[in-house]
């Protein structure tokens, strides 16, 4: 037997979490057994742990989109006993039992060999939230970073976070957009050379273009903010889309893609191809100091996902937070 934070519905629809003892048979069919070292907590974990958001297909449930871990057993060649992995993605922690759990069983598919250069607690220190921000990072440069500074939105969340600190080590000039004026010091120190207040952007203006001010942007937020920025960017400049914490909808106009050739990248992190999650893991590894991941963590353990997961829904969770599942 061992723990893991197991989600159940009750027949009025209210759920309730709480740190049970399940053993191996209650695991879902998968190729690979892993003994799960660290996990982490993002928005979608927040959702799954409380109402569910629509992403929970049955209960009981155990949530927990990523995890990092030791291989216990494996029916697939590509993976033996001893090997460390890393799992984020493919709705693991949605419609597939997740990280937050002693042990996990996956799919082969799912999981990538951990990065030369990386711990499991590291790995999980970026997490989805920083493998998103590689990716966004990675599709801005394959499309061409311009001069001016590159805008984060939402810039002390996990995605944000990380992609502050590569933008800021690559050499960029990072302007780091918050609603919380406490971040400030931790954001200077994630390498942001600049702190947007979000009043100054949370609004729509009748006019489609405004100055060029960006080179680049990453934008966690979407809604009114991402339409704002749009009309800001400069000629041929491109924006990361990896977020709607402001809203899904969009009010605004094709003027910027039309008149300035702006583009809108859209980051899907969940059903990324392996080959560029192996790019990305890379990147990562060689592109994220070490140092600036260690200032983005929050420690936590099963027993404070439950708190942990309202926070998140909240925007109340400053940078990573790292879940030790075995303490």
Not at 64 to 88: H, M, N, Q, W
């Amino acid at each position: 037997m061992f723990n893991a934070l197991v989600v159940n519905k009750d027949d009025e629809g209210k759920t309730s979490a709480a740190v049970t003892q399940i053993g191996l048979d209650d695991l879902p069919a998968g190729d690979v057994t892993v003994a799960v070292e660290y996990s982490t907590v993002n928005y979608k974990d927040g959702l799954c742990i409380g109402p569910g958001g629509g992403l929970v297909r049955k209960y009981p449930h155990v949530p927990g989109i990523d995890f990092a871990g030791t291989v216990e057993a494996s029916d697939d060649p590509r993976y033996k006993a001893g090997d460390k992995v890393v799992l984020t993605g493919w709705r693991v922690g949605e419609a597939h039992w997740g990280g937050y759990s002693q042990k996990a069983r996956v799919k082969a598919d799912w999981l990538v060999p951990l990065p030369k250069g990386l711990d499991t607690r590291q790995a999980m220190a970026v997490g989805t939230a920083g493998f998103t921000a590689m990716l966004a990072v990675m599709a801005l440069e394959d499309h061409g970073i311009k001069d001016g500074p590159v805008l984060v939105t939402g810039a002390a969340g996990g995605v944000g976070s990380v992609a502050t600190a590569i933008l800021a080590h690559l050499g960029h000039k990072v302007a780091a957009v918050t609603g919380r004026p406490e971040t400030a010091d931790y954001l200077t120190s994630l390498g942001a050379s600049q702190i947007v207040a979000r009043e100054e952007l949370n609004e729509t203006v009748k006019r489609p273009l405004e100055g060029e001010t960006w080179g680049g942007c990453v934008d966690a937020v979407g809604g009114e903010m991402l339409a704002r920025v749009l009309g800001q960017m400069e000629y041929g400049a491109s924006v990361s889309a990896v977020g709607l914490a402001g809203g899904a909808g969009l009010p605004a106009t094709v003027i910027p893609f039309l008149l300035r050739g702006v583009n809108l990248l859209g980051i899907d992190s969940v059903m990324q191809p392996y080959d560029n999650r192996l790019r990305a893991w890379e990147r990562i590894a060689k592109d994220l100091p070490m140092d600036k991941l260690d200032a983005m963590v929050q420690p936590a353990v099963l027993s404070d996902l439950p708190q942990l997961g309202r926070d998140i829904l909240k925007g109340q969770v400053k940078g990573r937070v790292v879940v030790d599942v075995n303490a």
